[in-house]
Nanobody, 127 residues
């Protein structure tokens, strides 16, 4: 089993930066497909970034490309989402996610592809 524990987030102004962290524990010797999702009130959960331990490849949604960076440290036990130039439309609850089943991942994937989730952290960007 895998446990995901998130930290970071908060309330910032337009143009500010934040970094979200996700501590991964459990079967960390395995290679997982990892992702960050967000969900705004009344909207579906959407993927914003993904990183795949099979080859370190990263993917981003068009809405955050060039502003957000996903990365891993500490032998893949900590997942990060660096968010720069934040905009009001980035306001949402953010979740980290792990897919422990897939042997190979590619492209941006949907929420149903992931089987473990962090508890969520709120990001609020005001203009």
């Amino acid at each position: 089993t895998v446990q995901l524990d998130q930290s970071g987030g908060g309330s910032v102004q337009t143009g500010d930066s934040l970094r979200l962290s996700c501590s991964v524990s459990g079967n960390t010797y395995k290679r997982y497909c990892m992702g960050w999702f967000r969900q705004a009130p009344g909207k579906e959960r959407e993927g914003v970034a993904a990183i795949y331990n099979q080859d370190g490849s990263t993917f981003y949604s068009n809405s955050v490309k060039g502003r957000f960076t996903i990365s891993q440290r500490n032998a893949n036990t900590t997942l990060y989402l660096q968010m720069n130039d934040l905009k009001p439309e980035d306001t949402a609850m953010y979740y980290c996610a792990a897919d422990s089943q897939s042997a190979w991942c590619s492209g941006m994937r949907v929420a149903d592809d992931y089987d473990y989730w962090g508890q969520g952290t709120q990001v609020t960007v005001s203009s």
